[in-house]
């Protein structure tokens, strides 16, 4: 909702304020049809050049984002922490090899199913089940098992923020080809240079438009929107540094309950649940 507030309130004030200054759209409406196809079309054709398929789909996909927000809510958090919490009581309780079943078939686990939307996320499954798996298979030093989990969070963060360094590059590129497109469009003056004062500064005024729309689309409206993405992925992302606070928590040997409250920590402040309804949503927890 901000970023539509956002768009409205940016053309609004670049726009509106020409207006005001006494300046005539004429010009710009004439150019920039023509201006648009230059500078976008090398946009998007360098965009399509510099990045692989994966990355040109997924940057499609993530727009959604961008008024959605990040896929996270308050109640996923805690589903996570209450998730974690039955893991790690069991664990304490019944031993790791208790929940060899569950982490190796996640998808037909009573413990597992309880949670559809965290269910439907690959990675915080995977993450979940494989370092539960190393547990069982005696790797219980915590530094060992921390620095494995925090790799595997660097490289999924790594291939998930592509879309925002792709759309970066492109807000780079974009004033640059806005500098292209003026530069033809004085070319095409030079070429008419025997023309009345009145046609060059048409032709110039054209040739601008081009300057002009470069560095608007570049820091008005791409630039944004990569730096909008990235700041999603990082708060995505501390769903994931919760999953790895509350399993080292465990191997450093604290109860199930101290597990997840050192989990809760990590969870961003908008979205932070109390001690008192993590309380509750642990002590509501079905056994195992």
Not at 12 to 23: K, Q, R, S, Y
Request: aromatic share 8%.
């Amino acid at each position: 909702m901000f970023q539509i507030i956002g768009i409205v309130v940016l053309f609004g004030m670049v726009f509106g304020g020409f207006t005001l200054a006494g300046g005539s759209f004429d010009i710009i409406i004439k150019a920039l049809p023509f201006e648009l196809m230059m500078i976008m079309g090398a946009a998007i054709g360098a965009f399509l050049i510099s990045n692989a398929f994966s990355t040109v789909t997924k940057t499609g996909a993530d727009f959604a984002k961008l008024i959605s927000g990040p896929k996270w809510g308050k109640q996923d958090y805690m589903d996570l922490l209450t998730l974690l919490f039955q893991l790690t009581k069991t664990m304490k309780t019944k031993g790791v090899i208790a929940l060899e079943s569950h982490i190796e078939n996640p998808h037909d686990s009573s413990i597992f199913s309880a949670y559809p939307k965290i269910m439907k996320d690959h990675f915080a499954i995977d993450f979940i089940c494989d370092t539960l798996r190393m547990m069982t298979m005696n790797l219980e030093d915590p530094h060992q098992v921390e620095d494995a989990m925090e790799k595997q969070i660097e490289k999924h963060h790594h291939e998930a923020a592509t879309p925002a360094h792709a759309l970066q590059s492109m807000a780079d590129a974009l004033p640059a080809l806005g500098i292209v497109a003026a530069v033809l469009g004085i070319i095409k003056t030079m070429g008419a240079i025997d023309s009345p004062p009145t046609v060059l500064g048409a032709k110039i005024g054209s040739a601008l438009v081009g300057t002009f729309l470069g560095v608007f689309l570049a820091y008005g409206l791409v630039g944004p929107f990569a730096a909008r993405l990235n700041e999603i992925y990082e708060e995505e992302g501390a769903f994931y540094k919760i999953i790895q606070a509350v399993l080292v928590a465990h191997l450093h040997g604290n109860a199930a309950q101290i597990s997840v409250e050192i989990g809760r920590g990590s969870v961003p402040s908008s979205f932070q649940p109390s001690f008192a309804e993590l309380e509750e949503a642990s002590s509501n927890a079905p056994t195992i």
